[in-house]
């Protein structure tokens, strides 16, 4: 089957515009993840959306980062007044859990590369 | 507060030869361990994982893990290397907090295999 995609492959802005970065995950995979890769800080977790609860957005670097996910499925990441440090890789990744609250596995995109001239 | 630390940055290796890449973890509540491999170019991919039961686990492609509770460790081992393993690998943990999950990686290790 499909698995997650992401759009656009690659991204080139100049320093203060506004980006936006789309996810689909896999059909049926209630989770949702951000993450970007970073060459000085590695991979790091970004936001998390499970169903209707409330979004974990712990790992935004910043408020110019907001992220949504509209009926559960498609995602966006919304980068604001982009800086240089924000090139990076973003990766978004979904996963399947349980009532139970189980984890499973992610199944990651092959990611959006982001570069900030 | 959960931490994955990965030994060492890059480890290169003979073809055919054995490698471990070394993964430590700190986390105050049970946890959930994952090795994701990523190959020049492309994107993540999970190579195995430890969830509960075994501690040893297996991938498809001769790799294995051990997941060693008193030492907090999960070290990943291959007894015969390809030159198709290079890529960079990277150890992750997750548990449960207010019941969500989400993955806490460390900075990876590149395996680059020589022939």
């Known amino acids: 089957g499909a698995g997650v995609s992401q759009s656009p492959s690659n991204k080139v802005t100049e320093k203060g515009k506004d980006v936006e970065l789309r996810c689909d995950p896999i059909s049926g995979h209630t989770a949702l993840y951000w993450y970007r890769q970073s060459l000085g800080q590695g991979l790091e977790f970004l936001i998390y959306f499970q169903g209707n609860s409330a979004p974990d957005k712990s790992g935004l670097p910043s408020d110019r980062f907001s992220a949504e996910r509209t009926g559960g499925s498609v995602s966006t990441l919304t980068i604001q007044r982009t800086q240089q440090e924000d090139s990076a890789v973003y990766l978004c990744?979904?996963?399947?859990?349980?009532?139970?609250?189980?984890?499973?596995?992610?199944?990651f995109g092959p990611g959006t590369r982001l570069t900030v001239t | 507060a959960q931490s994955v630390t990965q030994l060492d940055s890059q480890v290169p290796v003979f073809e055919e030869a054995p490698v471990e890449l070394r993964c430590n973890y700190s986390?105050?509540?049970?946890?959930?361990l994952f090795w994701y491999v990523q190959y020049p170019n492309q994107g993540l991919q999970l190579l195995l994982k430890y969830l509960s039961g075994s501690t040893l686990v297996e991938s498809i492609n001769g790799f294995e893990a051990e997941f060693n509770k008193s030492q907090t460790s999960f070290h990943l081992r291959k007894p015969s290397v390809h030159i198709s393993d290079t890529a960079e690998y990277f150890c992750?943990?997750?548990?449960?907090?207010?019941?969500?999950?989400?993955?806490?990686f460390g900075a990876g290790t590149r395996l680059a295999v020589h022939p």
């Open positions: 990744a979904s996963s399947f859990l349980s009532g139970a609250g189980g984890t499973y596995e992610q199944y």
């Open positions: 986390s105050s509540v049970s946890v959930y």
């Open positions: 992750a943990v997750s548990g449960f907090s207010g019941g969500y999950n989400k993955l806490i």
